[in-house]
């Protein structure tokens, strides 16, 4: 009984210990950050998610500068807590997009979608922003911070969406203890509380969470988007798969529907007038993720499940109802203080 009756204060203590240099980063009470998730990540679920005590990251995608400035003070409207902006190397108005998140005084500036220029980090540190970039290997954590990285991402190929080769335990395992203190945030087919804490405890600053929040009330998915997810099991989540040797496709994690049998014949099509010099390999590759950003668009905005592209990580087998975000988040840090509860009560007995 003593045991229990002490392990909660101490609980607690520790877990903000564990995550004391992610939340500082940050500026947040727990150093979990939501995943961008294009058509998903709007104003009203980031604001839900900082409102709640963790850390709301807009998907810029392919909006304009115009669109992002109007979604950034739609956030602002909503919310007095900090969150950040993620931006897609590839897009055309990166630095016209970067200059409206200076502009709008945003404190972290996501950078995913491409390898990070230094000038881009740079111009993001000149405006006062915290740049985060995301880390597939460990060759590239280290370049990235010396181009000036404030924090990485290590993102595992369970993730939803646009994934790398490599597993999250693995790039986890390799990466965490070769960063020098730089804050390390790690994502990829994380769904539960003690999952979190084992990446605290091998030294994460914290963790990012996409696939958990598609199904909050506050997600504007579409209500047949969202009951996809939550019937859903971890293995219907599978990955497309590059048909062109000579045309690099990133591969997407997503459940399988008509709308993955499009992606190949559209992938057939512009690899075909790639070939035939019709277009460049940066436009074919644009072409690519247009169409994924139109199926995501159908799925998520339509409620079209049968075509459009439903996104999600391998986590989406622990997506089982809807809730708020504020019962998500809490459910987590619950998950991870009873685990610590639990080894606290095994070390007094």
């Known amino acids: 009984m003593r045991g229990e009756t002490m392990a909660g204060p101490l609980v607690r203590t520790q877990l903000d210990r564990l995550w004391q240099q992610g939340c500082n980063f940050l500026g947040c009470e727990y150093a979990l950050m939501g995943g961008a998730m294009s058509w998903v990540s709007e104003h009203s679920l980031v604001s839900a998610i ?3 005590g963790g850390f709301g990251v807009i998907a810029c995608g392919s909006l304009n ?4 400035n109007a979604e950034i003070a739609a956030t602002k409207e909503l919310t007095s807590q900090p969150f950040g902006v993620n931006l897609i190397m590839m897009h055309p108005d990166l630095e016209d997009l970067i200059g409206v998140c200076v502009e709008q005084d945003v404190g972290h500036v996501v950078l995913a979608g491409g390898m990070p220029t230094k000038r881009a980090i740079e111009r ?6 915290k740049a985060v970039c995301f880390a597939p290997a460990l060759t590239i954590a280290k370049r990235l911070i010396r181009s000036g990285a404030d924090a990485l991402i290590i993102e595992g190929a369970e993730a939803g969406g646009h994934i790398g080769p490599v597993s999250t335990s693995v790039l986890a395992q390799e990466i965490l203890p070769a960063t020098g203190g730089v804050p390390v945030f790690v994502a990829g087919g994380i769904g539960r509380g003690e999952a979190i804490l084992s990446y605290l405890q091998m030294g994460a600053a914290g963790c990012q969470l996409g696939t958990r929040f598609v199904c909050a009330t506050e ?4 209500p047949k988007f969202k009951q996809s997810l939550i019937r859903a099991s971890a293995r219907d989540a599978i990955v497309s798969v ?3 040797p000579d045309l690099p496709v990133i591969p997407v994690r997503a459940l399988g529907n008509g709308g993955t049998a499009r992606f190949m014949d559209t992938q057939r099509e512009v690899a075909a007038r790639y070939r035939n010099r019709e277009i460049t390999q940066e436009q074919a590759q644009l072409e690519i993720e247009l169409y994924w950003a139109g199926a995501l668009r159908r799925a998520v905005i339509d409620g079209d499940v049968e075509n459009g592209s439903l996104m999600a990580g391998q986590s989406v087998g622990m997506v089982t109802r809807e809730q708020t975000t504020a019962e998500i988040l809490q459910e987590l840090v619950d998950q991870a203080q009873a685990a610590l509860a639990a080894w606290e009560v095994r070390e007094a007995s």
């Open 50 to 52: 900082s409102n709640a």
């Open 65 to 68: 500068a115009e669109q992002l």
């Open 124 to 129: 993001i540190k000149e405006g006062g922003a």
């Open 219 to 222: 997600s504007i998915a579409h």
């Open 242 to 244: 590059q048909l062109d």
